[in-house]
């Protein structure tokens, strides 16, 4: 299986991105799939999670500001951020969840990570 992520880069406080994460090896629509990030000294966190039934989840920080979706015909797994903070400066990543995350419980073996995409968000 591979994981490639886009679509980071550098904006401003309140600024949006669309990250995309174009999965092969494996159908998005069997399983569940989530966004994580790690920032600069800090573990990686899973931030987004959407299951197989559709079922979307989020962190607390993110909430109402990222939402998760896929196009199971492209096999793409996507990240919308709107006002953005500096808070949210990390390198994302997706994968197969594992933890705990709103209303849900993942315990997914994570896949072999992929590189990654940077988002730097200055204020």
């Known amino acids: 299986v591979q994981l490639q992520a886009s679509g980071g880069g550098m904006v401003q406080a309140g600024g949006s991105l669309r990250l995309s994460c174009v999965v092969s090896?494996?159908?998005?629509?069997?399983?569940?799939t989530g966004w994580y990030r790690q920032a600069p000294g800090k573990q990686r966190e899973l931030v987004a999670v959407m299951s197989t039934g559709g079922i979307k989840n989020y962190e607390a920080s993110v909430q109402d500001r990222f939402t998760i979706s896929r196009d199971n015909g492209k096999n793409t797994l996507y990240l919308q951020m709107i006002n953005l903070k500096p808070e949210d400066t990390a390198v994302y990543y997706c994968n197969t969840p594992r933890g705990i995350l709103g209303s849900g419980s993942y315990a997914y073996t994570p896949l072999v990570w992929g590189q990654g995409t940077p988002v730097t968000v200055s204020s």
């Open positions: 090896g494996m159908s998005v629509s069997n399983s569940a």
